[in-house]
Structure formats: C-alpha cells, structure tokens
C-alpha cells in the first residue's frame, strides 16, 4: 500500500506486512494485540503538505496521504468531515480561548464515521459485502448508514438498553439488528463470534487498525482549522478509548511531518462508572499495560465500557504525549449537557458532553494558566438520546389556548 511500511503491534512491536494481517497480532490477542498503522513519514508528509495547502478541507479525503486507502471510490459517498469548529472564548478569562468541535454534523450525526469511512472502504477493497459491529450506539448508526450508501449488509450487535432512537436509526438504515439482552461488552464478544463463524467483515471498536486512523483525522481537521496551531489541551470522552488514540496520534504526525511544533496534550474524560481506562493509567509508568475491566454504570451509553478494547493503545499514546484522565460524575455530565446547549447552542448527547464536564471540572480545580487555548471535542448529538437530556430541563408549561394563561405563567416565573 501507498505510504504504509507495515502495522505494527502495540504491545510486543512485531510488524507485519501492510496485507497481511485484517485485525490484531495472533500472538498477543486480540486486546492487547490491537495494530498501529505505521507510514513512510518522508514520502506521506511530503504528499500531505502539497495535498493541505490552500483552503480547508470539507472532507476527511483532503488527508489521504496520512490515510491507509489507496482509492478513494471505496469510500463510502457521503461527505464525512469538514465539521464546524465553533469558538466560546466568552466561557472563561481562566484560558485564552475555547473552541468546540462539533462533530454531530456528521452524516449519521457521530463522529464515529470517521472511522466507518475507512471500514467500509478496507471491506470494499476486499471484495466483501457483508459487514458487523457491536456498539452501545453510535458505530453501530454509523456502519448502517454509511454501509447502506454503499450498497453493503449491514450486522449490528447492541445491548437491548441502547436508546431508542439510536436502535430506531439502525433500523431506519435496513441493518439486521440483534438487541441483545446484555451489556455492550458481552454483545461485543458475541459479534467477534458471529463475524469469525459467518465470515463477515468485522468493524467492532479497536479490532481493525484503520479505525483509529479514521478517527485521527478530528485532530487533522481542528489544527487545519486554526491555520496548525492547534490548542495547547484538547478534551475528549472516553469509552473503548479509540478516538483518543486516534487524536493522540494524529497530533503526533502532524508533529512528526512538520505540519505542527507541538502536540496538544490530550485530557481523556471517562464517566465515574466506567473509568477502566483512567484507572489504568493512573498506575501507569510506561511499558507493558496491564488490561483490567469492570461492570460499567453510567447514563453516558456511548461511553459505558466496563471492557475497553482499545485499552492499550489509549494509555500507551496518551502517557507519550504528555496527556491525562480525569473523571467526571452522571450529574456533571447532565450540568455539562444542558449548559452547552444554553450558552453555545451545541446540543451533545451525554457521553459527548462528558468532554465538556470535563473542562469545566479542570476549570473549578484551578488547572490552567490564562494563556492556554482549549479544544473540545463534541462526538455525538444529543438527538441520539433524548430521555436522557430531559433530565436536565424542566417540563413544558402546559397551559390553555388563552393569553391570560400566558400572563398567569409569565407573572408566576418573576
């Protein structure tokens, strides 16, 4: 392949050939082995610095060169990418500026068809039709919408207490949806299952290397935005830990090819329930990363991962980039949700909100200087799960088709 000398595995470093391997190093499993992509830096970062110049881009395809597909008529035809970047310096004098990244505009409103794009097109490329995933939600939409617009069967595997307008998409796309009666991490284990014995192509979270790059190219996209002076700190949630991967290595390359001088530190955010990786890597001082799970609890559906498959990989990049975890509760989650939507007009579902807890959580504990800039990263819309933004507003004033009714509600809220 075009610019790609091999994918290499993350925890014993064994290389394999660019072909020769669709999901994780047979030696170390399938989550300690999860594959990075590794590219010719000289030859791709040339390409990337011809290819970027001029206007931004309004499609992930404007960063092919650091991108694993070698024809781009594989992609999925829908514009995926060139999302808004929105400032909300105003928030805070505690930093100097704040950007939102709001990937709800996505086409199945996630940012998780970044990485569909690039699943999609590695099935294409290999002549399969038929393509899986287990999700608690958003991949899941993902693959169903992207793989209906490429002509592809589509397998979803969710536990059966993902929101219903998320099932509702999946439906709406013509997936065969199996809700299975679990959590995400046994419906996960069962679509590895299923996909091994059917033989379908399989896009579950972390299992094929190209999803990270997928999801790397948010972080292209937000420093190609600020003209590549991205902020110092970026926020994002986190639950297989695979977009914070994706944005810790993004960061990197751009710094390795010269696009940046520094990468921005990047601050993963986990529901309080479903902190696997934030523990792990509290404990964490380099080397060989220990995997550990636990039962997740958290309104956050996107983000309640007891089991993270791309456990090694988001502490691993995040420890060498100088980032961190942090936590933030069910309740700073919902003040987060409904104080973005007020003060910024973005509305994000609960484990895309949790990204903007998260700042507002470092902000009240005194973490930065004043002249830092800040980034947040919004993954999801909060259209995908709507009970759960109710929480945080008050009912509609039910009231008579009468003015006087609204002077009595009018005169009753001063």
């Given at each position: 392949m075009k610019n790609i000398t091999g994918l290499r595995c993350v925890s014993c470093g064994k290389v394999y050939g660019p072909e020769e391997l669709d999901y994780t190093c047979p030696d170390c499993g399938p989550r300690k082995g999860t594959l990075e992509v590794?590219?010719?830096?000289?030859?791709?970062?040339?390409?990337?610095?011809?290819?970027?110049?001029?206007?931004?881009?309004?499609?992930?395809?404007?960063?092919?060169?650091?991108?694993?597909?070698?024809?781009?008529?594989?992609l999925p035809p829908l514009?995926?990418?060139?999302?808004?970047?929105?400032?909300?310096h105003e928030l805070t004098d505690k930093v100097n500026e704040v950007w939102i990244k709001d990937d709800s505009g996505n086409p199945t409103a996630s940012y998780k068809d970044r990485a569909t794009m690039l699943a999609v097109a590695a099935a294409r490329e290999k002549g399969i039709d038929t393509i899986t995933c287990a999700s608690t939600g958003n991949a899941a939409s993902s693959l169903a919408g992207l793989g209906a617009a490429s002509g592809m069967e589509t397998i979803i595997f969710v536990p059966k207490s993902a929101p219903e307008a998320k099932i509702t998409q999946l439906l709406v796309y013509g997936a065969n949806v199996f809700a299975v009666d679990?959590?995400?991490?046994?419906?996960y284990?069962?679509?590895?299952?299923?996909?091994?014995?059917?033989?379908w192509y399989n896009r579950s979270a972390a299992i094929h290397p190209y999803l990270v790059e997928g999801k790397k190219t948010g972080g292209l996209e937000m420093a190609d935005q600020l003209d590549w002076e991205p902020p110092d700190r970026v926020f994002v949630s986190v639950g297989d830990g695979s977009i914070v991967s994706g944005l810790s290595k993004g960061f990197k390359e751009l710094t390795r090819i010269g696009m940046i001088d520094d990468p921005p530190k990047v601050i993963g955010v986990q529901a309080e329930g479903a902190d696997t990786i934030a523990s792990t890597f509290a404990d964490y001082?380099?080397?060989?990363?220990?995997?550990?799970?636990?039962?997740?609890?958290?309104?956050?559906?996107?983000?309640?991962?007891?089991?993270?498959?791309?456990?090694?990989?988001?502490?691993?990049?995040?420890?060498?980039?100088?980032?961190?975890?942090?936590?933030?509760?069910?309740?700073?989650?919902?003040?987060?949700?409904?104080?973005?939507?007020?003060k910024r007009g973005v509305f994000a579902e609960p484990a895309a909100a949790a990204a903007y807890a998260g700042f507002k959580k470092a902000l009240s504990e005194g973490k930065f200087n004043g002249d830092e800039s800040v980034g947040v990263f919004i993954?999801?819309?909060?259209?995908?799960?709507?009970?759960?933004?109710?929480?945080?507003?008050?009912?509609?004033?039910?009231?008579?088709?009468?003015?006087?009714?609204v002077d009595r509600v009018l005169q009753q809220s001063h």
């Open positions: 590794v590219y010719d830096y000289e030859s791709s970062g040339k390409e990337f610095r011809e290819k970027v110049k001029g206007s931004f881009a309004e499609d992930i395809k404007n960063y092919s060169p650091l991108l694993p597909i070698d024809n781009l008529e594989n514009e995926v990418g060139g999302t808004p970047l929105y400032p909300f679990a959590s995400y991490d046994e419906a284990d069962l679509a590895l299952k299923a996909a091994e014995k059917y033989g001082t380099g080397g060989d990363v220990e995997l550990q799970e636990q039962k997740a609890s958290t309104m956050a559906d996107s983000i309640a991962v007891g089991k993270p498959r791309d456990l090694v990989k988001a502490v691993k990049y995040v420890y060498e980039n100088g980032g961190e975890y942090m936590t933030v509760s069910d309740a700073e989650i919902t003040s987060g949700l409904t104080e973005l939507a007020q993954t999801g819309s909060g259209l995908k799960d709507v009970d759960a933004a109710k929480k945080g507003v008050n009912d509609p004033k039910e009231i008579p088709p009468e003015l006087s009714a």
